[in-house]
Nanobody, 124 residues
Framework: QVQLVESGGGLVQAGDSLRLSCAVS????????MGWFRQAPGKEREFVAV????????SYADSVKGRFTISRDNAKNTVYLQMNSLRPEDTAVYYC?????????????????WGQGTQVTVSS
């Protein structure tokens, strides 16, 4: 069983920064990838960023490129999402997800395990 626990969300003002963490416990997949997704009220869940455990390769959604950075600490089985220059439109519940295979997929349906989510609210 794999468990993902997000933390680090909160209420910030536009232009501020936050760092989200996702701690992975249980079985881990050294050849897999970890993704961050978000879901705003009334909207579908959307891809934010993904990183491969083995080599740190990453991919980002265009809407966050240059502002958000995904990273991982293999020793701690933890993935991070550093969010800078936050905007009101970044307001959402942020979820981390684990995929057993190595491809940097952006599709939520391709992920095997999900965390419970953490709320990020950006005020204008």
């Amino acid at each position: 069983q794999v468990q993902l626990v997000e933390s680090g969300g909160g209420l910030v003002q536009a232009g501020d920064s936050l760092r989200l963490s996702c701690a992975v416990s249980g079985r881990t997949f050294s050849s897999g990838v970890m993704g961050w997704f978000r879901q705003a009220p009334g909207k579908e869940r959307e891809f934010v960023a993904v990183i491969r455990w083995s080599d740190g390769s990453t991919s980002y959604a265009d809407s966050v490129k240059g502002r958000f950075t995904i990273s991982r600490d293999n020793a701690k089985n933890t993935v991070y999402l550093q969010m800078n220059s936050l905007r009101p439109e970044d307001t959402a519940v942020y979820y981390c997800a684990a995929r057993r295979f190595w491809t940097l997929t952006t599709s939520a349906t391709q992920y095997d395990y999900w965390g419970q989510g953490t709320q990020v609210t950006v005020s204008s």
